[in-house]
């Protein structure tokens, strides 16, 4: 276990649809990271927050976007939902904004998309 | 582009038999370099990592990687593997601000 929580384990949901995914970050970390790892992309970085604003962005698409709260925990949008968007969705934790020695993974979400 | 390279899809071994997945990297300058383990159905753990200093690095489960500066690649080993070692392993950069930039991963198969 360690120490990041991710919500839902599991959703199925149609195209053009809207899903909200949650990640609880370890207890002290600050900077929250999510990744897709989908069969034909593999585990691809999105974005980052630290304390609340956003640090980076990579290969997030305009449809999608996060958020981190000032408890901390981060929510990853997805909308106008393709079936490409089917994958697992990753969110990583870790205390500094750099990244610090190692980035803690929680379990993920598998988006499945019919 | 600069990017993470993993040259196996999918190796098989039988148990006892050693192991060597090979990773390059396509960055300069100071690179910090992780192997991450993901067990069926379950989240990425860290294996091994470099920052600086020895090259030959150990890591968790009788793991080690070797860095080798010139030629940009960190492949890991293990002399004997396990049944339990089945899993896909993942090589990795941190890039600035933190964000890790993966390799496509390999999966690892071992027959008992």
């Known amino acids: 276990d360690s120490g990041v929580t991710q919500t839902p384990k599991h959703l199925i949901t149609a195209t053009g649809q809207r899903v909200t995914l949650r990640c609880s970050p370890r207890s002290g970390d600050l900077s929250v990271y999510w990744y897709q790892q989908s069969l034909d992309q593999g585990l691809q970085f999105l974005i980052q927050?630290?304390?609340?604003?956003?640090?980076a962005k990579g290969n997030i698409l305009e449809r999608f976007s996060a958020q981190q709260f000032p408890d901390l925990h981060s929510e990853l949008n997805l909308s106008s939902l393709e079936l490409g968007d089917s994958a697992l969705y990753f969110c990583?934790?870790?205390?500094?904004?750099?990244?610090?020695?190692?980035?803690?993974f929680g379990p993920g979400t598998r988006l499945t998309v019919l | 582009a600069q990017s993470v390279s993993q040259h196996n899809h999918h190796v098989i071994l039988s148990e006892a038999a050693s192991l060597e997945l090979g990773c390059n990297y396509s960055y300069g300058g100071t690179v910090n370099l992780f192997w991450y383990v993901q067990y069926p159905g379950q989240h990425l753990q860290l294996l091994l990592k470099?920052?600086?200093?020895?090259?030959l690095v150990k890591g968790i489960k009788g793991f080690e990687a070797e860095f080798i500066k010139s030629k940009f690649s960190f492949n890991l080993r293990k002399p004997s593997v396990q049944w339990s070692d089945t899993a896909e392993y993942f090589c990795a950069v941190k890039r600035p601000g933190g964000k890790l930039i993966f390799g496509q991963g390999t999966e690892l198969s071992v027959k008992p």
């Open positions: 470099y920052f600086s200093g020895d090259p």
């Open positions: 927050y630290y304390n609340g604003e956003e640090r």
């Open positions: 990583a934790s870790s205390p500094t904004p750099s990244g610090g020695n190692e980035q803690f």
